[in-house]
């Protein structure tokens, strides 16, 4: 069975500080883990994912993310945080053959002015 | 783009009443699926279907039925709405194939059953 877990309810960062969001996972075979935006009162958007190959994936708005297999971890990251970057960030994985994607529960982000 | 759409993005009903809700998708996606979305409890899907008038229970299916006519539409019905169906209900589409693919979202319906 796929799992994913996301530990932190809620994080706040300053403006301009690094920002990461926790993610792990368990699966059975390969990971495709993924990261979604939920902003207020829409619908979720698509960030990034791994597939394979590099370990350090870029998505949009400057975000990016880590697969760790060792750690089984997908932190997602972004360098300097602007308080647009506040929102809901859900992680999510899917085995190798599986159609659905199982979500965690989610963090909201807020980046203090 | 892909887009999805859903039919309203805010719904009141009462107690015992059918209700429906309805996804398009426009980039020709094979697979289509119904969540539910609680705080605390992240997203949890429904129903999902991979072709037309193909259908796959999710993890909560109860209470609930999909209905899938053509290939870009995917419905959710809810036979005798209850309140702990309150909810917000996002569709998404994706292609099949290899795992690859990525599930796109709608915008939601945030329905209120009283």
């Known amino acids: 069975a796929q799992s994913v877990a996301q530990p932190e309810d809620q994080v706040n960062v300053a403006e301009g500080n690094p920002l990461t969001v926790k993610c792990t996972y368990s699966v059975s075979g390969n990971p495709y883990l993924f990261w979604y935006v939920q902003y207020p009162n829409r619908g979720l958007q698509f960030l990034l994912k791994y597939i394979t190959g590099d370990n350090l994936v870029k998505g949009s708005y400057g975000f990016e993310a880590e697969f760790n297999k060792s750690q089984t971890s997908f932190h997602l990251k972004k360098p300097s945080a602007l308080v647009s970057d506040s929102a809901l960030y859900f992680c999510a994985v899917r085995e190798f053959g599986n159609e659905k994607l199982t979500f965690g529960t989610g963090t909201r982000l807020t980046i203090i002015p | 783009d892909v887009k999805v759409t859903q039919s309203s993005r805010y719904l009141v009903k009462r107690t015992g009443e059918k209700v429906f809700l309805e996804c398009v998708q426009d980039?020709?996606?094979?697979?289509m699926f119904w969540y539910r979305q609680d705080p605390g409890l992240g997203l949890r899907l429904i129903y999902f279907s991979y072709d037309v008038k193909m259908k796959e229970k999710g993890d909560i299916p109860e209470g609930y039925s999909v209905s899938r006519e053509k290939k870009e539409r995917f419905s959710l019905i809810l036979e005798s709405a209850s309140t702990n169906q309150t909810s917000m209900y996002l569709c998404?589409?994706?292609?099949?194939?290899?795992?690859?693919?990525?599930?796109?979202f709608g915008p939601g319906t945030r329905l209120l059953v009283l």
């Open positions: 980039m020709d996606h094979e697979n």
């Open positions: 998404a589409s994706s292609t099949s194939g290899t795992g690859r693919k990525t599930q796109y």
